[in-house]
């Protein structure tokens, strides 16, 4: 009988730690927005690197968007505009800039001199490979003089390829 319970806690205890699914808070034009228009500035800065530079591969902007010392935090990738143009030119070639960020955003939010971005994120589940489930991807800048000065992430670092 005991056995039986400390099962049936189990199952049940594991039904009620169930994630919700990661989703949009609303769409990406109400993300943008603010009654500050320095915030929203700052906002729309980021936005349009994201699709410009990252998504689309337009390594041509990047003195639109990166301060030259930019810094970053990332220990996968160098400090620098020229290093950050370098680390994504290995991988990301030119493509049609989207008018929106192709990946799901989650939220953009500013306040002072920082903007946070957070993006949906799936991946295989560890428990059922047949499976995904989604978590949550954060990526911070500091925008200094118009500019992007500084970024963070949750990033871990990884081994070269070989």
Do not use: C
Request: proline share 6%; aromatic share 10%; no cysteine.
């Amino acid at each position: 009988m005991k056995k039986i319970s400390i099962l049936a806690l189990l199952l049940i205890s594991n039904q009620l730690l169930a994630q919700l699914p990661v989703k949009p808070l609303a769409p990406q034009s109400e993300l943008l927005k603010s009654k500050d228009k320095k915030l929203a500035a700052n906002k729309k800065l980021v936005y349009d690197m994201w699709r410009e530079f990252l998504e689309g591969g337009h390594m041509e902007v990047a003195e639109k968007y990166f301060a030259e010392d930019y810094m970053q935090h990332n220990p996968n990738a160098a400090t620098g505009r020229k290093a950050v143009v370098e680390f994504f030119s290995k991988f990301k070639k030119p493509e049609p800039i989207a008018d929106a960020i192709k990946a799901q955003v989650v939220s953009i939010v500013a306040e002072g001199d920082l903007v946070v971005i957070s993006f949906v994120r799936e991946l295989p589940d560890p428990t059922d490979k047949s499976k995904k489930y989604t978590t949550t991807w954060f990526d911070m800048f500091r925008i200094e003089n118009g500019k992007i000065a500084e970024h963070w992430d949750s990033a871990e670092k990884y081994a070269p390829a070989k």
